[in-house]
């Protein structure tokens, strides 16, 4: 039972850590837009 409850809190981990990089990655690729969107609107383009 014990070496049940270790396995699905495993899988539980690193279902929940992917969620963490996506959410990481797509926060980035949010800032690097912004920061885009900002320079364009800066240089009046």
Do not use: Y
């Not at 926060?27 to 320079?39: H, I, K, P, S, W």
């Amino acid at each position: 039972m014990i070496r049940l409850l270790a396995v699905v809190a495993l899988i539980a981990s690193t279902a929940a850590l992917s969620a963490c990089a996506n959410t990481a990655r797509g926060v980035g690729r949010d800032v690097q837009n912004n920061a885009a969107a900002t320079e364009k609107a800066v240089r009046g383009r």
